[in-house]
């Protein structure tokens, strides 16, 4: 029993260390008081934890306010961006590893990028790791976690469960490359990661955002009341290979017609390529309307994020947010915003981020 209660009192204190750390993160420099009153916590509980969180460098004292108050004014404290890197992996980019190192606010330190050249299965596997092992070089401050954002069917604990372009099925990701790199490491579909981002750095809804990740492949994300929506087998978000013409070109899924082969981003490269982008365009975007509307509707969501290149994805925003809002009933197209992401071409690394920051910190 006794044992029992230690760790109840010790799950409790990382609970309100999250509190904390999640109102320094999302409103800013705050003194001892108010985190007292935003968090409900007593003053001498929120005193320890920030005398141990400025012990270890994730905030600091700013001194005081520059306003003026009847008695002796309170000291605000923040966060401290730098206190930790983040290693970011991004996996969905075609035929390469995308990497980079982040502070806690999503700021790039530095980044790499190598073709993946064709490895597949184990050979993929170790590229990752040894890749992951050298830009772990370019943290300048202790490490807090590696996130990466791997294409495919992910589980919840990190495990790959069928990602076909990397010839992964059921690879242990997170272990195998914790074990290897001596550090935590969480894996997540690239779209979850994706939208996590945006939910965490770019001013994401709070009362229904997806994300429609436009890469090799297509795939979603879903946060709602603030969770990220994982669904059965972990395979919430398959919304590319959801057929939108039987008579349209084989997917590699083995159907014809899926949403992927119309909004994958080789084949929009090749078909605007071969002239006629506003056509091309126009059509995927149709294509994408027809499919999103049933959830947009069942879901009353509030946003839909299109992430991927931002020549393709901000004219297929502007092109479908009329044609989803025409297709649902008033009350679900009120209000509904269809945009492109505002982290650009960084929003799975940012992603990756938020998905160590949660894990590790509890801050989202």
């Not at 159907?255 to 071969?274: D, H, K, W, Y």
Request: net charge negative.
């Amino acid at each position: 029993m006794r044992d029992r209660t230690k760790l109840h009192r010790a799950d409790s204190r990382r609970h309100h260390r999250s509190m904390l750390l999640q109102q320094l993160f999302g409103h800013g420099p705050a003194s001892r008081a108010d985190l007292a009153r935003s968090s409900g916590l007593t003053r001498v509980t929120v005193s320890e934890l920030v005398g141990e969180l400025l012990a270890e460098g994730l905030v600091n004292e700013l001194g005081t306010p520059v306003e003026s108050r009847v008695g002796k004014p309170p000291t605000l404290v923040g966060l401290v961006p730098d206190a930790k890197h983040i290693l970011a992996i991004d996996l969905s980019v075609d035929e390469q590893i995308v990497g980079a190192v982040l502070n806690l606010a999503g700021e790039v330190i530095t980044r790499h990028a190598e073709p993946l050249a064709g490895r597949r299965g184990d050979e993929a596997v170790e590229a990752v790791r040894a890749f992951a092992a050298d830009l772990i070089k370019g943290a300048t401050s202790p490490l807090l976690g590696v996130g990466v954002a791997s294409p495919g069917v992910v589980s919840p604990e990190g495990v790959v469960v069928d990602a076909p372009n990397l010839g992964w099925r059921d690879v242990k990701l997170a272990e195998t490359l914790g074990s290897a790199l001596g550090q935590p490491v969480y894996v997540a579909n690239d779209a979850n990661v994706a939208v996590l981002g945006e939910f965490t750095f770019g001013g994401g809804a709070e009362g229904g955002l997806m994300l429609i990740r436009l890469s090799t492949g297509v795939g979603a994300g879903l946060v709602l009341g603030g969770n990220l929506l994982h669904g059965h087998g972990g395979a919430a978000g398959e919304i590319g290979h959801v057929q939108v013409d039987p008579d349209g070109e084989a997917c590699a899924c083995g159907r014809r017609g899926c949403l992927e082969t119309f909004l994958a981003v080789p084949r929009l490269r090749r078909l605007i390529s071969a002239g006629g982008a506003d056509q091309v365009l126009d059509r995927a975007a149709h294509q994408l309307a027809t499919a999103l509307a049933p959830v947009v509707a069942t879901l009353n969501l509030g946003e839909l994020v299109l992430s991927g290149p931002l020549d393709l994805v901000e004219p297929l925003a502007r092109i479908a947010a009329p044609l989803i809002r025409e297709r649902v009933m008033p009350v679900s197209a009120e209000q509904f915003v269809v945009r492109a992401t505002t982290l650009g071409d960084d929003g799975v690394l940012v992603g990756a981020t938020g998905l160590v920051l949660a894990a590790e910190l509890g801050v989202s």
